[in-house]
């Protein structure tokens, strides 16, 4: 079965780095996501991504996250200038059709800022 | 907005008994989805099983159902036959065409015991 994949699995990094997670979501899924779990608390919603632009985005994601679909495989989370309350699990998700069809997810990545 | 809430934080099982998970919904919108999906201590995401509002027929698959109450926006799942490997955080998210992001409950961490 088709799987999300996301490398690395652990990032670590210095307060104030950027840092790139990577995604490469199912071959014929159209919706892209990221989402973000803090250590024991709920997952929470960062962005939605359609046809090459952000179609959603929530609060927390703000002008130090970026998106990119550089290419026809790759969706990227850029954080630009990290902060220790970055620190989480980011899990990215893609879907064949949007809202209507369910979201699968990768394994995340656990990003470490120190 | 719409909001989920799952009040029971922890619970255990024997194994090979059943158990049931709560969770409740506030929304405005009468098309949506819900989903309950299973993070084991490998932290991946995995969809368990998803019920459309307009079906009232509660989903099924194996041995995990759903009891889906509209009127009463509740949304429960059902593990029966309970399993060592059942063990894991489970959440209750919600869908639907007025914002393209899931929105998930705090979680409930569900111990099988042998």
């Known amino acids: 079965e088709p799987e999300v994949t996301q490398t690395p699995s652990h990032q670590v990094t210095q307060m104030g780095q950027e840092v790139i997670l990577r995604c490469v979501p199912i071959?014929?899924?159209?919706?892209f996501y990221w989402y973000r779990q803090i250590l024991g608390q709920k997952v929470e919603f960062l962005v939605s991504?359609?046809?090459?632009?952000?179609?959603?985005k929530s609060e927390i994601f703000d002008d130090q996250f970026s998106v990119e679909r550089p290419d026809g495989s790759n969706f990227t989370l850029k954080i630009r200038s990290t902060k220790l309350e970055d620190s989480a699990m980011y899990f990215c998700?893609?879907?064949?059709?949007?809202?209507?069809?369910?979201?699968?997810f990768g394994n995340g990545t656990r990003l470490t800022v120190t | 907005a719409q909001t989920v809430t799952q009040s029971q934080p922890e619970m255990s099982v024997q194994e090979a008994e059943t158990v049931t998970l709560s969770c409740t919904y506030d929304?405005?919108?009468?098309?949506?989805?819900l989903f309950w999906y299973k993070q084991p201590p490998s932290r991946q995401m995995i969809l368990v099983i998803r019920?459309?509002?307009?079906?009232?027929q509660n989903a099924t698959e194996n041995r995990f159902s759903v009891n889906f109450q509209k009127a009463a926006k509740s949304f429960s799942l059902k593990i029966s036959d309970s399993q060592l490997g059942d063990t894991a955080m489970y959440f209750c998210?919600?869908?639907?065409?007025?914002?393209?992001?899931?929105?998930f409950g705090g979680g409930t961490r569900l111990m099988v015991k042998p």
């Open positions: 998700a893609s879907s064949p059709t949007g809202w209507d069809s369910p979201l699968h």
């Open positions: 071959s014929n899924h159209l919706y």
């Open positions: 991504f359609y046809n090459n632009e952000i179609s959603e």
């Open positions: 929304t405005s919108e009468s098309n949506y989805y």
């Open positions: 019920q459309e509002a307009y079906k009232q």
């Open positions: 998210a919600f869908i639907n065409n007025a914002g393209n992001m899931l929105t």
